[in-house]
């Protein structure tokens, strides 16, 4: 028999298969878990002179947070020295003079990258799109670019405009540029075609910088008990250099015992069927700790731009924003990448988006193997009842985010109206309908701390106990939440069969 490195023994055990603690022992060889066992003894037989015990007492034992939603490069660059904070500005001044500030800090800078802004929140009740000009009054000599707090959209300055080659005709396939009434740029950059900026253009971050942010994120993450994330992909086609891929690799390499976090890395599924690019990544990327799990794609944009994809028109303006992609299009892609046994995960923020790609997948899915791939829908901020049981029916994982409560407050039912504000984040829902949930945080959208998405998905409230939502019975117990972080996550980057 296989002899044990450590036993841990607590009073209070949480192996995420029952929705109940007990009082045992974890049972470990190297970084393998060899048994979990329940009462006072049966350990004793994995006990050599090489074997460790040790008493934890009252504290609690579980398995590591599994994030099943990040975006990893920008949750570890903006947490960085190398970026400004934007969260706690109030209005568009606020954000120029912080990076004012910061160029005072930092004269020899050539550039300076800030995320967090977000006008909805500015002021009683938000206020309009800020625009370049108050940038370039302050800084008008080195490209600025401001990323906004849910990362679909990009406010920059003139000279950021003109390094990135744009001009008053410069126009995309959906999302663009806000222009003004004389058609010149105003430095708005609205959805995914915002969201291509720092891979195409930007070149922000160095490789060594890369890997130096990363480090330093990752001290965080252990320190919160997460074991590993998905980092999903934040555009819409495959390309850019993947910098922060080869980063992660290399510094996985160079570090005794590999990153201390495992990297689930979804790049972009794009639209064309062409996987010479991810077949490349795959191949490249294999260890344990950086791998291909997957590929990611957006169906919709968000509730506070108006482009996340509704059945019914917005309350606010009576409009109905459309996919970004044709159905016809995601489904030939979908359907070619399962069946070359790649999981796709999709952004799928309201209901239209969510009832479209079930759709998606249920055919896609037909013929696959798919004891080999697990189909997500990201974030599913609203859904209409009808859907709710088809996750469970299909296979299909909701990997949602709690805190993002805290993102559409002040909006959401302005905009959705009070019937859909009450199909909001239905957690409770999806879990009696036997969907296997997995949760996550969108960091840097939100915080990337584990107890504050487990504190909004057992209260939906704030911290002062105020509700942040229309359906507060579809809250979770702590036991659930600790599971959908856990197994369920696993389950979303397909490693349920070794973790969570």
Request: hydrophobic residues 35%; glycine residues 8%; aromatic residues 10%.
């Amino acid at each position: 028999m296989k002899k044990a490195s450590y036993i841990l023994k607590s009073n209070y055990i949480f192996t995420s298969e029952t929705l109940s603690y007990f009082k045992g022992a974890v049972v470990i060889s190297g970084e393998t878990i060899l048994d979990v066992i329940k009462g006072d003894t049966g350990y004793e037989q994995y006990i050599d002179d090489q074997t460790k015990v040790i008493e934890y007492g009252d504290k609690l034992i579980m398995p590591g947070f599994i994030d099943a939603h990040t975006h990893f490069d920008q949750a570890s660059n903006t947490s960085s020295p190398y970026a400004i904070h934007l969260h706690d500005c109030k209005s568009e001044e606020e954000c120029v003079q912080m990076a004012a500030d910061f160029r005072k800090e930092h004269p020899d800078i050539d550039h300076i990258y800030g995320f967090g802004w977000l006008n909805t929140e500015w002021g009683d009740g938000g206020a309009p799109l800020p625009t370049r000009h108050s940038i370039d009054a302050a800084i008008p000599d080195i490209p600025v670019y401001f990323h906004s707090m849910d990362g679909h959209n990009f406010w920059i300055n003139s000279k950021a405009i003109e390094k990135c080659g744009f001009t008053k005709d410069s126009t995309a396939p959906f999302g663009g540029f806000i222009k003004d009434d004389d058609g010149e740029l105003t430095g708005v950059i609205i959805d995914l075609y915002a969201t291509t900026l720092p891979v195409t253009y930007g070149n922000i971050f160095s490789r060594d910088i890369l890997k130096e942010v990363t480090a330093d994120f990752m001290k965080g993450l252990s320190a919160y008990g997460i074991t590993g994330l998905a980092s999903v992909a934040a555009v819409t086609y495959p390309g850019g250099d993947f910098e922060e891929y080869a980063a992660y690799d290399e510094l996985n390499r160079e570090t005794e015992g590999g990153l201390p976090v495992r990297m689930f890395l979804f790049p972009c599924l794009g639209t064309t069927g062409d996987f010479t690019i991810v077949n490349r990544l795959r191949d490249t990327y294999t260890a344990e700790k950086v791998h291909i799990a997957g590929l990611k794609q957006f169906v919709d944009g968000v509730v506070c731009g108006h482009t996340a994809y509704t059945q019914e028109p917005y309350a606010d303006n009576g409009q109905i924003s459309k996919p970004f992609f044709p159905k016809e299009t995601l489904l030939k892609v979908i359907k070619k990448a399962n069946a070359e046994g790649y999981s796709v995960r999709l952004h799928t923020i309201s209901d239209g988006s969510a009832h479209m790609a079930l759709d998606i997948f249920e055919e896609a899915q037909k013929g696959a193997d798919m004891n080999k791939i697990t189909n997500t829908l990201e974030h599913l901020d609203n859904l209409e009842p009808e859907d709710i049981p088809r996750f469970a029916q299909l296979g299909v994982i909701p990997s949602m985010q709690p805190a993002h409560i805290t993102l559409t407050k002040t909006y959401f039912e302005q905009s959705m109206g009070e019937r859909r504000s009450k199909l909001a984040y239905q957690h409770r829902n999806l879990l009696d309908s036997g969907a296997t949930l997995a949760l996550g945080t969108d960091a840097p959208c939100v915080s990337v701390n584990p107890y504050e998405t487990v504190y909004y998905a057992i209260t939906r409230s704030d911290f002062d106990g105020n509700p942040l939502t229309k359906n507060p019975d579809q809250a979770m117990t702590l036991a659930e939440a600790l599971r959908a972080y856990t197994y369920g996550a696993s389950c979303a980057v397909g490693a349920s069969d070794r973790l969570g």
